[in-house]
């Protein structure tokens, strides 16, 4: 794509302090393109036709391109994206657009199909661990220009020359500055910056360059003996965990919890509910997705799974946080631990989509309502008969027509409609059996 010399429009899709802005300067610099940068947070519709006709008239004199970086894109309205719509589409700009959001939620897919998405990822610990190197090769670099500049000042102000005690301590202290930088130990001459507040700065900052520096200013503009406990214990307090109770990590998290317990692997949920909790998310939120699970997942397998998910959700209603912690983590392990069955669930979806065929589908005449002599006589409930009446089954006609026969709910033990896969279940067997055979083999081919 750089070889061309052809970007298009980008959307970089990544999480805070990744680099999509720096990536955007990068691109313009190897594009030679005039660069404008815009914030979807502070800007608007007139801001960015500005812009446009800015790039469109630089185009037309100089032939240089314009790239319009516009953070946060995903702020703007469907309208206010509409507008960038035919200033792309004629090649008179290059957007690049960056957002932390899910471009298919948060943008329209009139401007999706205009351009190419690049998903970055979470920077890593050895990320993290080199930006922080390299911030602080520049301080020390900076700094003896700096230090020299003050004494030029100060010896002017008062109009002497520096003594042959000032030379020699500036000297040393130049040298102190330029000492080069010792993997094994702190960076002189901030001596405060040890191994473990380092290591403390890439484990706080969560793949966030922008947060690593902001801690790593606080690290060197702290006295150089200051006492290492109460620095990391500093650098803790002035981290606040991200969370968005309406982002994706908020669906991310609470899907990671749901599949858990249907996968029956409790140590995972019990995992995603803690990950949940820890960070703010409303107790209630999860213990309604807990009642659904109870239905949807355990079902019929387990008559005692529906209650108790709904007494959790009454604990958390009552209780509050942080004690229905300990109700949700409750029911978060029965429901990994209980048997599973999706028999109504998947009978309700059969059911649905039958219903919407024809919703004026007439109710059969002998399970009609019959309420007045009226509607008796018109036949409602005529040959209907009555269940518990008899010593022994009878036979009713409960669909309509065109469905009777029908089996939206299957019988139990019903494997007609699940799939057998050999290399997952050899998977399975060889990741979480301990490499033996599962018990169910037999049977289960003997059924399929």
Known sequence: MLDSGIIGSLILWGPPGCGKTTLARLLARHMDCNFRELSATSSGANDVRAVFEEAKATLSLTRR??????D?????SKTQQDVLLPFIEQGQ????????????????GALLSRCRVLVLERLTDDDIRGIITRAVERVLASAPHEQAECERVASQ?????????QNSLSRSQSQ??????NSDGPFLPYAQLTDRVISCIVSLSMGDAR?????LELVLASKPDRDEHTLLVSLRQSVSTSYDRVGESHYDMISALHKSIRGSYGSAAIYWLARMLTVGEDPLYIARRLVVCASEDIGLADAHALPLAMAALQACQVIGMPECRINLAHCVCYLSEAPKCTRAYEAYNRAEVAAKLDPKMAVPMAVRNAPTALMKELGYAEGYNYNPSFRHPVYNDYLPIKFRGEK???EVGDLSDKKWDEQELLR???KENGGQLWEGRLSAQHCC
Request: proline share 6%; no cysteine; hydrophobic share 45%.
């Open 428 to 430: 399975w067997e060889q």
């Open 72 to 76: 946060e894109v995903h702020r703007f």
């Open 93 to 108: 700009i290059q957007m690049i657009g960056a957002t932390t959001e899910n471009p298919s939620f948060r943008l329209t």
């Open 157 to 165: 102000l008062v109009d002497t020359e520096p003594t042959t005690s």
């Open 211 to 215: 947060t690593a520096l902001s801690l």
């Open 65 to 70: 391109k314009t790239i319009l970086f516009l």
């Open 176 to 181: 102190s500055l330029q000492a080069p930088i």
């Open 408 to 410: 939206f709910l299957k």
